[in-house]
């Protein structure tokens, strides 16, 4: 198994008639997917999402992959193709385009859809390429073929390249529900047709791929779900992704079945299930949705509402409500349906979004509790299964942190791929097919973007951490008028200090600490204002943790008396 090495260098150029392949993101993480394949001068780009933030990663809105290897390579780029419509694979594609604005965007019906609304919002009118299951499109020297996967939201494509260095299958987020409730099964006739002409390198999605067994079908929820609307005293609360149109799609039938009304809470709720309403993937019984209005005039056991927040976001419908920050005011008798997974990371956010709720007196139904929610993604047996029907030369796992990489490798092993036709690459890694071989050949630089705001980019590692110490351990500022012609304090220096722990006195022995600094300061000749800053910031932050312990960051401002 080869794995990445942290001494690679750069890549060399690609030996004529081979394919390469680089993760920009995705790899080593859940989220922010992008693989760009090169072969003969031209690069297509499958999926390109963003990562949601960390705690650790304050002010950040989302973080993009970084396009630092391609931008000098825009119009060699022939398409980008888009796996399924969820954030973590079209979030990133607003930030592409402004690069270069007419790229064809591939992808199915409810995909485009999806990214058409979002990219109105960027004022980007994209060119789109329109593609179902079945289809056969060629971009530069790319033939692509698509493939029906199911997944936790319609309408999803794995992708097959033809191109003279080999076929590859791509099958981006998909698991093998044998029941889906739009009948749309993942197409194993098509994965094994493939496997008999001969795939060179399959990437596979390895989010489960430490869970074993099979995902269960979603249809499964149906009994769990149906009882919270048959028996729920009150209003009743659903919390979910705003894509996922099957999860929500049982829960209005189910609320019909009871005799409640639904209403759409959130921005992006509204926004994506119009959407899929239009298209006709959600089926929305007649005078079932009401608006905010005919809400008011219903009694609480005939109400359901469908809201975001399911992971605890700061400012989704759910976590105000738990904070008594939100219209809808929860009590006694009302029950929240949390049908969502829990996003590793955020577990702590969503307790205390649980206990919220149930102080104020709501019923709260979750995963840990009650079978309200499956998994998007296949399960290793299901990974097994498709590494039988494809028999691979050469497999790269994609979509997930090391440890599910790592855990998706060994299936293949497993299932007889030869270890050293197995790559566990990380974002950046380039590997090359070339010869019926993948091996790992270098690396391109594949940070973090940060968008905050309406800054690409600005945001850095260092600022993150100024972040992060001004939250955990406060601000001083220290004003100091020095006479300019001896270097020394002309009057005691002011202190502003914000989350530092202090009173009149604490600042006292710091004094001297400063005079001490400014005249060694004049005795070496350094009388530059910045040089000086540094100095002062320097010594009371070593003063500041000797005598306090605390690490807080130093504002020095010297004024020239």
């Known amino acids: 198994?080869?794995?990445?090495?942290?001494?690679?260098?750069?890549?060399?150029?690609?030996?004529?008639?081979?394919?390469?392949?680089?993760a920009l993101g995705g790899l080593g993480e859940i989220g922010r997917n992008m693989t760009v394949f090169e072969h003969a001068g031209k690069l297509l780009i499958v999926?390109?999402?963003?990562?949601?933030?960390?705690?650790?990663?304050?002010?950040?809105?989302?973080?993009?992959?970084?396009?630092?290897?391609?931008?000098?390579?825009?119009?060699?780029?022939?398409?980008?193709?888009?796996?399924?419509?969820?954030?973590?694979?079209i979030g990133g594609v607003p930030y592409l385009l402004r690069e270069r604005a007419d790229i064809p965007v591939v992808g199915s019906k409810l995909t485009l859809a999806f990214l058409e609304a979002k990219l109105k919002e960027h004022g980007i009118r994209p060119r789109t390429v329109r593609v179902r299951e079945g289809?056969?499109?060629?971009?530069?020297?790319?033939?692509?073929?698509?493939?029906?996967?199911?997944?936790?939201?319609?309408?999803?494509?794995?992708?097959?390249?033809?191109?003279?260095?080999?076929?590859?299958?791509?099958?981006?987020?998909f698991k093998?529900?044998?029941?889906?409730?739009?009948?749309?099964?993942?197409?194993?006739?098509?994965f094994a047709r493939l496997g008999e002409e001969g795939v060179d390198l399959f990437l596979t999605d390895s989010t489960n791929a430490e869970v074993p067994g099979f995902t269960t079908s979603e249809r499964e929820l149906n009994p769990a779900i149906e009882q919270v609307l048959r028996t729920a005293p009150r209003r009743v609360i659903v919390s979910s992704f705003a894509s996922h149109v099957h999860r929500i799609q049982q829960v209005l039938d189910a609320a019909h079945q009871h005799g409640r009304k639904v209403a759409f809470v959130g921005r992006s709720m509204v926004r994506n299930m119009g959407i899929a309403r239009d298209l006709g993937y959600l089926k929305v019984p007649s005078g079932l949705v009401v608006n905010a209005k005919e809400l008011e005039k219903l009694p609480d056991h005939r109400i359901t509402l469908v809201c975001t927040g399911s992971q605890g976001e700061p400012m989704a419908a759910l976590s105000r409500m738990a904070n008594r920050d939100h219209a809808i005011r929860i009590g006694k008798g009302d029950t929240v349906l949390l049908a969502s997974s829990l996003i590793p990371g955020n577990e702590n956010a969503i307790y205390r979004v649980i206990n919220g709720l149930t102080r104020?007196?709501?019923?709260?139904?979750?995963?840990?509790?009650?079978?309200?929610?499956?998994?998007?993604?296949?399960?290793?047996?299901?990974?097994?299964?498709?590494?039988?029907?494809?028999?691979?030369r050469n497999v790269?796992?994609?979509?997930?942190?090391?440890?599910?990489?790592?855990?998706?490798?060994?299936?293949?092993?497993?299932?007889?791929?030869?270890?050293?036709?197995?790559?566990?690459?990380?974002?950046?890694?380039?590997?090359?097919?070339?010869?019926?071989?993948?091996?790992?050949?270098?690396k391109v630089p594949a940070g973090n973007v940060y968008v905050?705001?309406?800054?690409?980019?600005?945001?850095?590692?260092?600022?993150?951490?100024?972040?992060v110490t001004l939250a955990q351990e406060g601000v001083i500022t220290v004003v100091a008028i020095v006479d300019s012609d001896t270097g020394a304090l002309a009057e005691a220096p002011d202190f502003l200090a914000r989350g530092f722990v202090h009173d009149d006195a604490t600042f006292d022995t710091v004094i001297p600490v400063i005079e001490k600094t400014l005249a060694n300061a004049a005795q070496e000749g350094v009388g530059d204002a910045h040089q000086l800053e540094q100095l002062i910031a320097r010594a009371v932050a070593n003063w500041a943790f000797r005598t306090h312990r605390r690490r807080p960051l130093i504002i020095p401002v010297i004024i020239d008396a």
Request: proline fraction near 7%; hydrophobic fraction near 40%.
């Open 176 to 190: 093998m529900d044998q029941f889906p409730l739009d009948d749309r099964i993942t197409d194993l006739r098509a």
């Open 47 to 89: 999926d390109c999402g963003v990562l949601f933030p960390e705690e650790n990663q304050p002010g950040v809105d989302v973080i993009l992959p970084d396009f630092t290897s391609i931008r000098d390579r825009l119009d060699d780029i022939v398409a980008v193709v888009l796996t399924h419509g969820h954030e973590d694979h």
């Open 135 to 173: 289809d056969r499109r060629s971009f530069g020297p790319f033939e692509c073929e698509f493939v029906a996967v199911n997944h936790s939201i319609p309408d999803g494509l794995a992708v097959a390249l033809r191109t003279a260095a080999g076929l590859v299958l791509h099958t981006g987020d």
């Open 396 to 442: 790269m796992p994609v979509h997930g942190e090391f440890r599910h990489l790592r855990a998706n490798a060994d299936l293949a092993i497993r299932t007889g791929v030869d270890p050293d036709r197995v790559v566990i690459a990380e974002d950046g890694v380039v590997v090359d097919l070339v010869d019926g071989r993948a091996s790992i050949t270098g």
């Open 452 to 467: 905050d705001g309406m800054e690409v980019g600005g945001a850095t590692e260092a600022s993150l951490k100024d972040r």
């Open 360 to 392: 104020w007196g709501a019923n709260v139904v979750h995963k840990g509790n009650a079978k309200v929610h499956v998994s998007g993604h296949a399960s290793a047996g299901e990974l097994v299964y498709c590494y039988n029907i494809v028999r691979p």
């Open 1 to 22: 198994m080869s794995h990445p090495h942290p001494e690679l260098k750069a890549a060399p150029p690609l030996p004529e008639g081979g394919l390469r392949v680089t």
